[in-house]
């Protein structure tokens, strides 16, 4: 009888962990570095992109990848240059990493 309380216990404690940690995983948050981070348009038909951001930063660090992780592209845009010319890329799916002030944030980016 005493086991079957025992085991009744541990089964209710391993339930409410798992709980627990299923609403931890559940409610954690993606963190960016870059407040206002926008990449327009997003897919890209005209080979331009556009990058702002809500800091007023001297200089940006752009880097595109592919899927491979290769980098295929990196520029930095001083002062108040936004646009970037990408038409030389082929169609398809990328990663773009965006530096700015010592902080970054990744977003996917499609060519079309």
């Known amino acids: 009888m005493k086991q079957k309380y025992i085991l009744y ?3 209710s ?3 409410s962990v798992s709980g627990i940690a299923q609403e931890k995983k559940n409610t954690s ?3 960016d570095g870059i407040e206002g981070l926008q990449i327009f348009p ?3 038909t005209n080979g331009r992109i556009y990058i702002s951001t809500d800091q ?4 940006r660090e752009v880097e595109i ?6 980098k295929v592209y990196e520029v930095t845009l001083y002062g108040n240059n936004k ?5 030389n890329l082929n169609p398809g799916i990328y990663l773009i990493k965006v530096k700015e002030n010592n902080t970054s944030a990744t977003r996917k980016l499609v060519i079309k």
């Open 13 to 15: 404690l391993f339930i």
């Open 56 to 59: 007023n930063s001297n200089s």
């Open 65 to 70: 990848y592919d899927m491979l992780g290769k």
């Open 83 to 87: 646009e970037i010319n990408i038409s």
């Open 42 to 44: 997003n897919p890209v």
């Open 9 to 11: 216990i541990l089964f």
């Open 29 to 31: 948050t993606k963190t």
